[in-house]
DNA sequence: TTGTTTATGTGTGAAAATTACGCAAATTAT
DNA sequence: ATAATTTGCGTAATTTTCACACATAAACAA
C-alpha cells in the first residue's frame, strides 16, 4: 500500500471520524479514544483514520469504529464535513464527520480495545483537533434528527421502560416532559410494542416493558410523519 | 500551481459543488451548467470544482458559484459529501456539496456566463455523474431545513407578496394550503414586516407587500422555535 | 363601456390537540 | 410497620388547528 502517489496538484488528505453517543442511566454520553502521540497528545478524540481509495466514507467510518473500539453493526450516519484549513497541524485534512449510536448496555465488554471511554456529555474532556467543534455539530444534528426518526431507540436497549425513554429524550433535547403526556404521545405513535415479561401487575412501581416496532414504524414512515416534541 | 505532489498513500481528490435554488411564478427550479468536454459531454452539472489548499469547502463552493455563474452574497450551505468510489470515471473523487438560495428575479441578467440556465423542478435534464442523486439529496435537506429555518426568505425578493410565500412553501413542500390559515400562521410568527407601497386599499385583488424581519426572527431563533407546517 | 371572472383580505365556530393535574397501587426505603 | 417514591390511568381546561363564506377591487372579455 504504502509508496509514492504523485499528482499535478495538491491534494488535501480525506479522513473520517466517529461521534459515539450511547445512553445510560447517567444520561447521554460520548466514546472518546486518548492520544497517545503528537500532536494533542493526551488528549481525547473520536476514532476515525484515513479513508481507502476502495472505500466510500461510512464504510471508512464503520471500518475505523470497529478496529478501535470493535464496535459493529450499528446506525452510522454522516452530518457534516469539516475542511478548515488549519484544523489538523500536520497537514491539510478534510474530514468527513459521522456519529454512531449504539446500545451502551450490550457494549460494556467491547471497549477493552485501547484506551477507549465514555464521557457524560456535560464532563467532556480536552478533546484534539478541532473535535470540540464536531461535537456540538454532532449534537445539533442528532436533536434535530430525532425529530423525525425515531433514533432515539438506536440508543436504547431492546427492551426499556417508558421512564428510560422518556429520560433519553429529556437527555437529548435537555428538556423536561410531563410523565403522562410523554407516555400517551408516545404510544398514540403506535411503534412502541408492550413485552410480556410474566409479571401482571400495572400502576405500580414496577414500569411496563416495551421494545420498538420496526415494522409499524416503516409503516407509518411511508405515509409521511414527524415526531412532536 | 501545477506541478507535481508526492504522497505516501494516494489520495481522493477534493471537489465542491453546489446546487443553485431559485423561485418564481414557475415554481422552483435549479441553475445547471452544461458540459462542453467529457466525460458526460452535453449534460448538466452543477458549478463546483476543485478545492485548493488555502480554503475551506465553503469558501471554494462561493468561489466556484462566482466564476462559473457571477453569483456572490447568496446563502451557501454545506448539506452533504458524497464519497462513492465510482462516482467519477476519471478517478477518485470526493465532493462536498452545498446548495445556495438565490433571489431569483435579481439574477436574471447574471447568468450571461456561460451556458448557465434554470430548469424547473420538475423538468431536469440528464445530469452528469451522480448530480441526480445529489440533487434529491439536496431537495431533502431543503425540504427540512425549512422547518427549523425560514429559508424560503432567501429564495424571494426582499418585498413579497403573500401568496408568493405560500407559492414558494407549496412549491418546496409540494403540498397545498388554505389561503386563510397559511397567512395566519405567518403573521403570528411575527417576522413579516407589511411595506407601505402607498396604495391603501385592502381586500383587494391587490396584495399587501411584506418584507422579511431579520431583527425579530433572531431575537425569536434565540428563544428557540419551530416553524410548523 | 359594461359585465364577468379572478385574486385577495377578513373572522368565526367546530374539531382536534395539547396541557395540566389528582389519585390509587405497589415497590422501595426508613 | 411506616413513610416516601415510582408508576399507571383518566379527565377537564385550554390552546391550536382547521374548514369555511363573503365583500371588494383588479383583470379580463365582450
Redesign the interface.
Same mark, same amino acid.
Given at each position: 500500500?504504502?509508496?509514492?502517489?504523485?499528482?499535478?496538484?495538491? =491534494?488535501?488528505?480525506?479522513t473520517t471520524d466517529c461521534v459515539i453517543f450511547g445512553f445510560d442511566a447517567e444520561g447521554l454520553s460520548v466514546l472518546l479514544i486518548e492520544r497517545g502521540i503528537e500532536p494533542f497528545k493526551g488528549c481525547w478524540a473520536f476514532p476515525g483514520g484515513?479513508?481507502q481509495?476502495?472505500?466510500?466514507?461510512e464504510t471508512c467510518a464503520r471500518r475505523e469504529l470497529e478496529e478501535e473500539t470493535g464496535l459493529k453493526d450499528v446506525h452510522v450516519e454522516?452530518f457534516?464535513?469539516f475542511?478548515?484549513?488549519n484544523r489538523d497541524p500536520r497537514g =491539510?485534512t478534510?474530514t468527513?464527520a459521522h456519529f454512531a449510536l449504539v446500545k451502551k448496555a450490550q457494549v460494556k465488554g467491547a471497549d477493552d480495545a485501547a484506551q477507549a471511554k465514555w464521557f457524560p456529555i456535560g464532563s467532556i474532556p480536552p478533546l484534539a483537533f478541532d473535535h470540540d467543534r464536531i461535537l456540538r455539530v454532532a449534537l445539533k444534528a442528532l436533536r434535530?434528527k430525532i425529530?423525525?426518526e425515531p433514533v432515539g431507540f438506536e440508543l436504547l436497549p431492546q427492551v426499556f421502560t417508558m421512564p428510560q425513554l422518556q429520560d433519553l429524550y429529556e437527555s437529548i433535547l435537555e428538556v423536561k416532559f410531563d410523565r403522562r403526556n410523554f407516555a400517551n404521545k408516545m404510544l398514540k405513535l403506535g411503534i412502541l410494542t408492550e413485552v410480556d415479561d410474566g409479571t401482571i401487575r400495572r400502576g405500580t412501581r414496577n414500569p411496563i416493558k416495551y421494545s420498538f416496532n420496526p415494522e409499524s414504524y416503516s409503516q407509518m414512515k411511508a405515509k409521511g410523519f414527524r415526531l412532536e416534541f
Open positions: 500500500m504504502k509508496g509514492t502517489y504523485t499528482y499535478e496538484y495538491p =491534494r488535501p488528505s480525506v484515513f479513508m481509495m476502495d472505500e466510500d466514507a454522516q457534516g464535513t475542511s478548515d484549513v =491539510r478534510v468527513i434535530e425529530h423525525f
